[in-house]
């Protein structure tokens, strides 16, 4: 199976600031990774997927990259919205893996 | 709009099993593969397995074989999932998920609580 390995597990940040978040897989997936946003209390929400494309409806200030095993999600300009916790998604031979989750909190 | 609707909060002992469903509506019930993810209380989300509801074939995660089965009813557009022995380490929300042209789950259901306890 595939593992993914996501960092920081939690971060500081102020609104306004710029923030990156990583997740290495074990073994190339190519660009099968998707990004979701969960809120406490709520189901996860896709954000991106495809490693780079963004789920309809959601803000340009999220951006992804990445092909292979190295991938990252940035908020270019955090807003109150976007304090929560992120989670990656791979996608290999019918099986999914999710990353641990970083939780974005307020500084 | 689609929508994917759960069944209710779940109670039960060690031992028994449960049976969640999730009612689709807004799409296609028959095009796209339903899959089902697990969140145990202050953790991280946990993917179980996967249901195509044209075929009924399903694929499920090495740690549930033999414990999960994953079905649906295409005439009133449904989901199932059951797991059996429950533990308390089963306590957990189960989400059933779309997944989208490129292996994204692009819309969730609101969960449902599973609670195992003796």
């Known amino acids: 199976d595939v593992q993914m390995t996501q960092s920081p597990s939690s971060l500081s940040a102020s609104v306004g600031d710029r923030v990156t978040i990583t997740c290495r897989a074990s073994q190339s997936i190519n660009s099968w990774l998707a990004w979701f946003q969960q809120r406490p209390g709520k189901a996860p929400k896709l954000l991106i997927y495809?490693?780079?494309t963004l789920e309809s409806g959601v803000p340009s200030r999220f951006s992804g990259s990445g092909s292979g095993t190295e991938f990252t999600l940035t908020i270019s300009s955090l807003q109150p919205d976007d304090f929560a916790t992120y989670y990656c998604?791979?996608?290999?031979?019918?099986?999914?893996?999710f990353g641990q989750g970083t939780k974005v909190d307020i500084k | 709009q689609v929508q994917l609707v759960q069944s209710g909060a779940e109670v039960k002992k060690p031992g028994a099993s449960v049976k969640v469903s999730c009612k689709a509506s807004g799409y296609s019930f028959i095009s796209y593969d339903i899959n089902w993810v697990r969140q145990a209380p202050g953790q991280g989300l946990e993917w179980m397995g996967w249901?195509?509801?044209?075929?009924?074939?399903?694929g499920y995660a090495q740690k549930f074989q033999g414990r999960v089965t994953m079905t649906r009813s295409t005439s009133i557009t449904t989901a199932y999932m059951e797991l059996s022995s429950l533990r308390s380490e089963d306590t957990a929300v189960y989400y059933c998920?779309?997944?989208?042209?490129?292996?994204?789950?692009?819309?969730w259901g609101q969960g449902t609580l599973v609670t195992v306890s003796s």
């Open positions: 249901m195509n509801p044209n075929s009924g074939n399903a």
């Open positions: 998920a779309r997944r989208n042209d490129w292996h994204s789950p692009d819309y």
């Open positions: 495809q490693a780079s």
């Open positions: 998604q791979q996608y290999n031979s019918y099986s999914w893996t």
